[in-house]
């Protein structure tokens, strides 16, 4: 009996050992330099025995209460995780498939020890990888916002205009009612009369066709065809940051780039893929204030990601919903 102990241990060794031998994790990063804040793509692939549960430890545990995002080291964090695509090889091995957005949030070189996964008491990790973090230059800050001297003082508006304007700034303000007027009303009899001008105003364009709108115009100019890509990106962030404004209520236009992440990412669903605007935003960050020149195809993906993000989000109207319903 105690020598049959011996035999099923040494055999449960083996099995693991085999299945060690087994597992193989690798990991590919797809740039090493990223400006502070900015996002990372990590493309993981595990070749493993078909029978074997692994579990990421890039994922929370099923049985975990914390929603804060997992960290590989300190300061360097995982973003978001696509949905695990698994391949077939046959043989009874597996090969799955998922890309990790990772996101440091300080400056500096990270070394990453790597994507790992566990079985039991098995853990298995690729190899380790380096991330160089920079921080934006100050100056580069000035083209997104302009903030003005603080006045330890302010003055009154009286206190800027001579007395004569003071004294008697009531009637300089009627006087000033009633020309305007007058103008106004002969503006409007010559264009039609005032029943012309009460005339329901035209219904605003929402927010998805008026991004929609603006997109096929930026197409159609070939900025990039041009050697104008600033300007493209310059403009296509612009269209994206007013649409955010109109269809989520993100005061995206006063925003930083990393702001506007994290407010997208708590305002917009994880199945209308965040990401996509989070990829818009960081080549644009690099085009702009890096003076990187990019590449024909990253271009077109940076149209594409910002075409297929206002598609994701656009609002489900009544009528839609009610077609759906019916052809259930």
């Known amino acids: 009996m105690k020598r049959l102990k011996h035999i099923l241990a040494g055999l449960v060794t083996v099995t693991s050992l ?18 502070q804040g900015a996002l990372r793509r990590v493309d993981v692939e595990v070749v493993q025995p078909e029978q074997l549960n692994l579990r990421w430890l890039t994922d929370h545990p099923a049985d975990a209460q914390s929603s804060s995002p997992v960290e590989l080291i300190p300061g360097v964090e995982v973003n978001s995780s696509s949905e695990v695509d698994t391949v077939n090889l046959g043989s009874g091995r597996l090969q799955l498939n ?22 039991g008491a098995d853990t298995f ?18 083209t997104i916002h302009s903030w003005g001297p603080t006045i330890s003082q302010p003055r009154g508006f009286f206190d800027w205009v001579p007395d004569w ?13 009633v020309i305007i007027g007058a103008v ?4 409007i009899n010559r264009k039609g009369g005032f029943r012309q001008a009460l005339k329901p105003v035209a ?16 197409k159609q100019r070939q900025l ?4 104008q890509e600033k300007t493209f990106y310059t403009e296509l962030t612009e269209i994206l940051r007013q649409y955010l404004e109109g269809r989520f209520g993100i005061n995206a236009m006063e925003m930083t780039t990393p702001q506007i992440k994290r407010a997208v990412r708590a305002a917009v669903p994880a199945e209308a893929a965040p990401g996509l605007m989070n990829d818009v935003l960081e080549m644009a960050d690099y085009v702009k204030f890096a003076k990187m020149r990019p590449l024909p195809e990253d271009n077109v993906r940076s149209f594409d990601h910002a075409l297929k993000f206002v598609e994701n989000t656009r609002p ?8 759906k319903e019916d052809k259930k």
């Open 18 to 35: 085999c299945a060690s031998a087994q597992v193989n994790v690798t990991a590919k990063v797809d740039s090493v330099d990223v400006i």
């Open 98 to 119: 998922r890309t990790i957005l990772i996101q440091p949030w300080d400056s500096g070189e990270f070394v990453i020890p790597g994507i790992a996964l566990v079985a």
């Open 125 to 142: 990790s690729s190899s380790q990888f380096v991330l160089k973090v920079y921080t934006a230059d100050v100056d580069t800050m000035t």
């Open 165 to 177: 304007i003071a004294d008697y700034w009531w009637a300089y303000l009627i006087g000033l009612v």
């Open 184 to 187: 106004v009303a002969y503006i």
């Open 203 to 218: 219904k605003p364009v929402p927010p998805y066709e008026k991004a929609m709108e603006q997109l096929a115009v930026l």
């Open 224 to 227: 990039c065809e041009k050697g």
């Open 316 to 323: 489900v109207t009544e009528p839609d919903a009610k077609g």
